[in-house]
């Protein structure tokens, strides 16, 4: 398809479609200053996954684990959602069928939701399904007890955030490497994949599995898949129809 008749193509498919399936990842966030993981600037560029963000790094060193992590909530937390977390939960609040699942643990799509529906609105509809968890929230390692977030002191192992219920170390409520995902959200997004007519992909390189299966699967069951971003993805193969650039660009136009 040539790149002008692409952005007619990606909104009929999303128009003819009664449920749609939308899959974002770090790219839609890139455009409100959070770092995307892989590419020029990614987040690991600079850090290893490996030392920061696994079971095997948190017990070797908790307290460098929630230094990072206390870094990445102070700069992710300063963040504000862009054009395109706007547009989208806007979108989806206006119309039925539609079920956002995303990789980020940024919580923008959320803050989106509620800033969409405005005060006494119902954001829920617009909220995402999460995959790999939230920053905002931390679990207990030894108790099911999980929580919002609080300041991290990281000084040591002694002042790090402990669990009110039973004393045990608390932890960041993101998915690490080796773990499984979370069971709920995972069977939630499958299915939507399995029933759609449309799959819109945001702002992903479609690298990390289990995740990226979702939109496999919303393909194997006959969605057409639409792909906004700016680089080459894992998706481009299976794409019907790409839309490259950024998102904060591209989303407000193609859900007007
Ligand atoms: P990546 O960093 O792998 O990919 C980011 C994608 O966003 C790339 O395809 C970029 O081209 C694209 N991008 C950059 N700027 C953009 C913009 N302005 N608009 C739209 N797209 C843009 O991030 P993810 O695919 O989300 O997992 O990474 C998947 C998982 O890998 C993350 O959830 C995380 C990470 O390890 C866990 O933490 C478990």
Redesign the pocket.
């Known amino acids: 398809m040539n790149s002008s008749a692409a952005p007619a193509a990606a909104r009929e498919a999303l128009r003819r479609a009664v449920r749609v399936v939308v899959f ?5 966030s ?2 409100s200053g959070v770092p ?4 020029a600037g ?3 560029k600079t850090f290893k ?1 490996e030392d920061l ?1 696994s079971p095997t790094a948190f017990g070797r060193d908790p307290r460098l684990v929630w230094e990072w992590y206390a870094w990445r909530r102070e700069t992710v937390g300063g963040c504000r959602p862009n054009a ?1 977390h706007l547009a989208l939960a806007r979108w989806i609040l206006g119309r039925a069928g539609v079920t956002l699942v995303s ?3 940024d919580d923008l799509h959320e803050r989106a939701a509620r800033e969409a529906a405005g005060e006494g609105g119902d954001a829920r509809r617009a909220e995402p399904l999460k ?2 968890g939230s920053l905002f929230h931390d679990h207990c390692t030894r108790c099911p007890h999980r929580q919002a977030s609080s300041p991290v002191d990281a000084a040591s192992v002694a002042t790090l955030p402990h669990c009110p219920e039973c004393g045990g170390l608390m932890r960041p409520d ?4 080796g773990e499984m995902l979370p069971a709920r959200p995972v069977e939630a997004a499958f299915a939507a994949a399995a029933e759609a007519e449309a799959c819109l992909v ?7 599995y289990p ?1 990226a299966g979702v939109v496999h699967t919303a393909k194997a069951s006959g969605a057409r898949v639409v792909v ?6 894992e998706f481009d193969a299976l794409a019907d129809v790409r839309l490259v ?4 660009e ?1 989303v407000p136009t193609l859900l007007k």
């Open positions: 974002t990842g770090a790219g839609i890139a455009e995307t993981f892989r590419g990614g987040l690991w996954a963000a395109a990789q980020n643990v995959l790999h993101v998915v690490w490497f945001i702002g992903t390189t479609g690298a990390v995740a906004v971003d700016p680089g080459e993805t650039g950024p998102a904060g591209i």
